[in-house]
């Protein structure tokens, strides 16, 4: 159906979609206030958008593969106190980001936040650039959750088989072979995703016990005092708390981001505008408590062979950590499992990043935004953004053939792409609320305390995403360095000179393709 299309300061009005037999009241009432087409089938319920989140963040999981940085930076200790801190800030931000979901329901999610809640001069700027560093963050989460489950194949490969000729395109081309899948999952095997995610969060929760209890049960322990009390900075920092700070931002943070996935499956969520923040903070909750658990007991466990962990020919210091417990059958077992959950959370890296993709290029924020914002009628989906979302993960995994620190570099990545891109709608509403100006809230809102969550949450943010860019060691070679600054900044080059040339006259703002006779504007 042709749409009459405005930005959000139009005033005409027009007959609103015939509603899907799936949407609730309360989710054709937000589509019409943010004036949208509904365009994408609602398939999630609060467990199943649950079960795609919190297996999405993969936390438990990724604590095992993320945490060498922390190692290398602090040890156990690091992991440990970095750990807490970081489930504070992702609470924090969960509940910010939450509050804002509430309000706009839309697939859009931070970029159509920002639009709404910056003043009327900055609106279309500092929407766009959201945006923009949003789909960078998610594409980047993307390619981590592929290149993690394809090195720890290749990991495996080295712990099995010595004579194995380790090489790191070997790995890119394995990364590859993920994105595949993972591409197919995500398109033709898409109807079955919603169904899947059920059985995948049984699977999540089931493994952490599979895991965690011959870990515990099998591995030689250090003490108490090593785990919390003992700082050691391996990476050559002068500074401890540099030190620190740079172990926390890229091992700690990363099991605890991918929170805002739901908001940009709003548009498939029933009952979006309250299902998804409850999503959001439970899943934070959940995959915190979880992940802690695994804190502890690694920390515990990697202790009496922390030297030779770290120096693994495997890549991976938790392959060391396992066949000291249980062996090489053992190993191979329990590495397989962090694999394949690894590997089903890239199929909502990727579902997210299309989403977010697609819904920008619907409101003219790419490059060739027609082209991208296309749905496929037969699948309902936005085939062709799942596409362009599964060819970049696949360029950036070129890192891996140059650079012995490309797992920073991919980190570090997703980490500023989208922490940014919370930070940006965060400190808007921050400024809102010192300011004491309206605020139209959603069904689900923080409370009267809003305004300190949003200041611990920028906090947080800021810190994070600087010592994102940081090196894991010194001194720094061109094969070490962490080229997440050289990326990150030629993404945000390029998008700010398509920007000036083009996007400026092409992106107004979020796009209204419908108006209902109230529409909901906050400046």
């Known amino acids: 159906m042709d749409t009459e299309k405005h930005n959000h300061t139009g005033t005409t009005t027009a007959e609103l979609p015939a509603n899907n037999a799936r949407n609730t009241d309360q989710d054709d009432t937000a589509m019409a206030e943010l004036g949208k087409v509904q365009q994408l089938q ?73 639009a709404m809640l910056a003043p009327k001069s900055q609106r279309v700027f500092l929407s766009w650039f959201c945006g923009w560093i949003a789909s960078i963050g998610w594409v980047a989460n993307t390619a981590a959750g592929a290149f993690f489950a394809a090195t720890m194949i290749q ?14 395109w070997h790995g890119t081309l394995l990364m590859w072979a ?82 805002d996935g739901p908001a940009h499956l709003a548009e498939e969520i029933r009952n979006a505008s309250t299902v998804v923040p409850w999503c959001m903070l439970s899943t934070v909750i959940l995959n915190g408590i979880l992940g802690f658990a695994i804190v502890i007991a690694f920390s515990f466990c990697i202790v009496p062979t922390i030297d030779d962990a770290l120096v693994s020919p495997t890549g991976y210091d938790l392959i060391e950590v396992f066949y000291t417990a249980m062996g090489t059958a053992g190993t191979a077992g329990m590495t397989a499992v962090l694999i394949i959950l690894m590997w089903c959370a890239t199929f909502g890296f990727l579902a997210t990043a299309s989403r977010q993709t697609w819904a920008f290029a619907r409101d003219q924020g790419l490059p060739f935004s027609n082209y991208f914002a296309h749905i496929n009628e037969r699948l309902a989906l936005p085939l062709r953004a799942i596409v362009l979302c599964s060819i970049i993960p696949c360029l950036i995994g070129l890192i891996n053939i140059g650079s012995t620190a490309a797992f920073n570099a991919i980190v570090s990545l997703t980490e500023a792409g989208l922490y940014i891109s919370y930070l940006i709608p965060i400190m808007l509403v921050i400024i809102k609320k010192a300011k004491g100006e309206h605020i139209h809230y959603g069904p689900w809102a923080i409370g009267r305390f809003g305004i300190l969550v949003n200041v611990f949450s920028a906090a947080f943010l800021v810190i994070s995403v600087f ?24 993404f945000v080059i390029i998008g700010l000179a398509w920007y000036a040339v083009l996007g400026r006259r092409q992106y107004s703002g979020p796009v209204v393709e419908i108006m209902t006779r109230v529409m909901r504007v906050d400046n």
């Not at 807490?84 to 931070?110: F, N, R, W």
């Open 155 to 168: 990991g495996i490969l080295m712990q099995n088989q010595p004579s194995y000729g380790y090489e790191r």
């Open 178 to 259: 993920v994105m595949l899948v993972v591409f197919l999952v995500n398109s033709v095997g898409t109807k079955l995703l919603a169904v899947a995610e059920g059985f995948i969060l049984v699977l999540h929760l089931s493994a952490f016990l599979a895991v965690l209890i011959p870990l515990v049960y099998f591995s030689p322990h250090g003490s108490a005092k090593a785990v919390f009390a003992t700082f050691t900075n391996n990476g050559g920092w002068k500074s401890d708390g540099l030190s620190w700070f740079i172990g926390f931002s890229l091992s700690a943070n990363l099991p605890l981001i991918g929170y």
């Open 42 to 114: 609602r398939n999630f319920g609060f467990w199943t958008m649950l079960g795609l989140t919190a297996s999405m963040m993969c936390t438990w999981e990724a604590v095992f593969f993320a945490n060498s940085t922390a190692m290398l930076n602090g040890g156990p200790a690091t992991l440990v106190y970095g750990f807490i801190y970081a489930i504070l800030g992702a609470l924090s931000t969960a509940a910010s980001l939450g509050e804002m979901a509430s309000m706009y329901p839309t697939s859009g999610g931070q970029y159509h936040w920002a």
């Open 467 to 490: 010592f994102s860019f940081f090196p894991p060691a010194i001194p720094v070679t061109a094969v070490t360095m962490n080229w997440s600054i050289v990326v990150f900044g030629g």
